[in-house]
């Protein structure tokens, strides 16, 4: 079983729409979490961090439950640019990345 | 600032050469770190440095070894390539662990055949 799952995915959403993706995590010693975007065919960069309160940035809503051990990620409103993957990565004493959930959003 | 930079882009190499892979950043990063990234799996941590001069392994270290005599580079070698290192390799670096945020090179891509 692989440390952080991710639904590979792809989500295919229209313009406009909102999508959420999950993200579970196995190993309870997990300090930090992150999502991390990448284009395709480019690096990977840090979207956001996920704090326990739940945060936001704009249009991007993460939220982190520690007792089930999953990270979520909403986004709202999307645009034709969040088509990318976007990458679940808990740190222990390094980061652990996710597999990548795939999101195409349709004009 | 360029960021972190990686040479070379792409390259292809035959079974058995040899090669290394260059990283820069212009950050003054103290953490520097070379992953690989392979379809259906997330990136790996290959191996790591925490300062100039220090290197320690990650997570799929075999094959593969690496150096830090500047602190700005970080040289990642392949002694003698196999068709299993056939991956995109990314650099990134970082202040620090904990939360602070790793940027990442743009990438080569390796072709063993």
């Known amino acids: 079983r692989k440390e952080v799952e991710q639904d590979p995915g792809p989500f295919n959403v229209p313009e406009g729409a909102t999508v959420a993706f999950n993200c579970t995590y196995s190993?309870?010693?997990?300090?930090?979490f992150f999502w991390y975007r990448q284009d395709c065919r480019k690096e990977p960069k840090l979207l956001m961090s996920?704090?326990?309160s739940g945060n936001e940035d704009g249009r991007f809503t993460a939220q982190l439950n520690r007792a089930s051990q999953y990270i979520s990620l909403l986004i709202r409103d999307s645009k034709l640019s969040d088509s990318a993957t976007y990458l679940c990565?808990?740190?222990?004493?390094?980061?652990?990345f996710g597999t990548g959930t795939l999101l195409a959003v349709q004009p | 600032n360029a960021g972190v930079t990686q040479t070379p882009k792409f390259r292809v190499l035959k079974t058995g050469q040899s090669m290394t892979l260059l990283c820069a950043q212009d950050?003054?990063?103290?953490?520097m770190y070379w992953y690989r990234q392979d379809p259906g799996m997330g990136l790996r941590l290959i191996h790591y440095?925490?300062?100039?001069?220090t290197t320690a392994k990650g997570e799929v270290p075999d094959g593969y070894n690496v150096s830090r005599l500047k602190k700005q580079n970080f040289l990642l070698g392949l002694e003698s390539a196999a068709p299993s290192q056939t991956s995109v390799y990314f650099c990134?670096?970082?202040w620090g662990q904990g939360s602070y945020e790793q940027y990442f090179g743009p990438g080569t891509r390796l072709t063993v055949t």
């Open positions: 190993n309870s010693a997990s300090q930090s």
């Open positions: 990565v808990v740190r222990r004493n390094k980061l652990i």
């Open positions: 996920v704090y326990s």
């Open positions: 990134a670096s970082s």
């Open positions: 950050m003054n990063h103290e953490y």
């Open positions: 440095s925490v300062g100039e001069g």
